[in-house]
């Protein structure tokens, strides 16, 4: 291990094993290995491989931020063009295919909250407004195959749900609908 990267061998063990704690690796024999999480960062072609457009899109603009922060406590005002920020910046589709990763959680935990862990729900109707990637809705049309889900967004973000929910296999229960959460009309 220390010799691939030229290290102190008691500092990367401790570095490694502080990475075990977080479940960011795993150990097994003093052998370590990345998790399935790790996996989704660090693999390229995954979600949110930390190499990709996406990543390093978001990162830039949040970077750009924090590096002015000062600057923003001192004036009151943004340190970032917001004009590059409305309903057709890809920054919205880099940041919601970043995030995906990190709705899985969540998404597991409003399954439990709702009553999907060990029960067959039957044709649960979803309304997810400013649905991000769509992932929560998703992963509940995933537990319930009748299930009816209407994923609102901007369109360019609803590119990424489309995605999304290919990739989950329920593209055929999805509605997309496009427009801003302010303005939508719903009936």
């Not at 390093?56 to 922060?69: C, K, Y």
């Not at 340190?79 to 295919?97: C, K, M, P, Q």
């Not at 290919?166 to 719903?186: A, C, H, K, Y």
Request: proline share 3%; hydrophobic share 45%.
């Amino acid at each position: 291990v220390t010799g691939a990267i030229s290290g102190n061998e008691r500092i990367v063990r401790m570095l490694l094993n502080a990475l075990c704690g977080f479940g960011l690796l795993a150990k097994q024999d003093e052998r370590y290995a990345v998790t399935d999480f790790s996996r989704l960062f660090l693999v390229d072609g995954a979600q949110a491989y930390a190499s990709s457009a996406n990543y390093r899109e978001v990162f830039d603009v949040q970077w750009q931020a924090f590096a002015n922060i000062q600057q923003l406590v001192k004036t009151g005002k943004p340190v970032i063009d917001t004009h590059n920020f409305g309903a057709e910046s890809s920054y919205w589709e880099a940041l919601v295919r970043y995030l995906i990763p990190f709705a899985m959680a969540p998404a597991q935990m409003a399954a439990r909250v709702l009553g999907y862990e060990g029960k067959a729900r039957k044709g649960a109707k979803i309304l997810d407004m400013a649905c991000g990637s769509g992932y929560l809705g998703y992963y509940l049309a995933q537990l319930d195959p009748e299930a009816k889900v209407v994923s609102n967004d901007w369109e360019n973000v609803l590119k990424v749900c489309r995605d999304v929910a290919e990739r989950m296999g329920v593209t055929r229960q999805v509605e997309f609908l496009p427009g801003d959460i302010l303005s939508i009309d719903l009936d």
